[in-house]
C-alpha cells in the first residue's frame, strides 16, 4: 500500500473530522473512500476512452476494407503464413 501526505487548512481539517464523525468513521477511512471512488472514476473514464479509440480502429479497418485497402484471409491462410514467418525467424532470416 501507497501513503500519501498533503497539508489543508485547520478549519478544512476540523470540518472533515466532524463529517467523519457523523459517519462514525475515522478521518483517514473517509478520505481513503473518497480516494478510491475518485480512482474508480478515473478507471471508468479510461475505460471509456480506450473503448472510444478502439471503436474508431474498428470503423477505419472497415473503411479500409470496403475500399478494397485490405482484404480479410482465412484462418487457414493465417496458420500457413505464422509457420512461414515462425521459420524465417528462427533460421535468423527476419
Do not use: C, P
Amino acid at each position: 500500500m501507497s501513503t500519501i501526505h498533503f497539508r489543508i487548512e485547520e478549519e478544512t481539517k476540523r470540518l472533515a473530522m466532524q463529517a467523519a464523525e457523523r459517519k462514525k468513521m475515522t478521518l483517514t477511512e473517509l478520505v481513503r473512500e473518497r480516494v478510491e471512488e475518485l480512482a474508480e472514476e478515473e478507471r471508468q473514464f479510461q475505460s471509456a476512452h480506450a473503448d472510444a479509440a478502439l471503436e474508431v480502429l474498428i470503423e477505419q479497418a472497415f473503411s479500409d476494407y470496403d475500399g478494397g485497402k485490405i482484404e480479410f484471409i482465412s484462418d487457414e491462410q493465417m496458420n500457413s503464413e505464422m509457420d512461414r514467418l515462425k521459420t524465417l525467424a528462427r533460421q535468423g532470416k527476419l
